[in-house]
């Protein structure tokens, strides 16, 4: 069992950063793939992100490609998803996820979800 608790959301200006982090509680899990994932009120949760926690492997949606990073601090069991260069089109509710082994981008792969965290990004 695994609990997930994002941080760091808030309101920032369109070409601003932010950070968001993820911590995790419960098992390690140094096999486990991690995501980010964000979701718009009545759409689907969509892939931001992800990293595997072996070989540290990433993906990215071509949307923030470029301007998003995503990092992990295993000792800390904390995934980091760092917003670089933020459009208004980011804002969403940001979710923090985790997996059992190989990274995927698709959400129903997930076992774990954290509570969400709001960014919202002001033109």
């Known amino acids: 069992q695994v609990q997930l608790v994002e941080s760091g959301g808030g309101l920032v200006q369109a070409g601003g950063s932010l950070r968001l982090s993820c911590a995790a509680s419960g098992r390690t899990f140094g096999n486990y793939a991690m995501g980010w994932f964000r979701q718009h009120p009545g759409e689907e949760r969509l892939s931001v992100a992800t990293?595997?926690?072996?070989?540290?492997?990433?993906y990215y949606s071509d949307s923030v490609k470029g301007r998003f990073t995503i990092s992990r601090d295993n000792a800390k069991k904390t995934v980091y998803l760092q917003m670089n260069s933020l459009k208004p089109e980011d804002t969403a509710v940001y979710y923090c996820?985790?997996?059992?082994?190989?990274?995927?981008?698709?959400?129903?792969?997930?076992?774990?979800w954290g509570q969400g965290t709001q960014v919202t990004v002001s033109s």
């Open positions: 990293i595997s926690w072996i070989g540290s492997k990433t």
């Open positions: 996820a985790a997996k059992s082994y190989g990274g995927s981008p698709d959400p129903h792969d997930y076992d774990y």
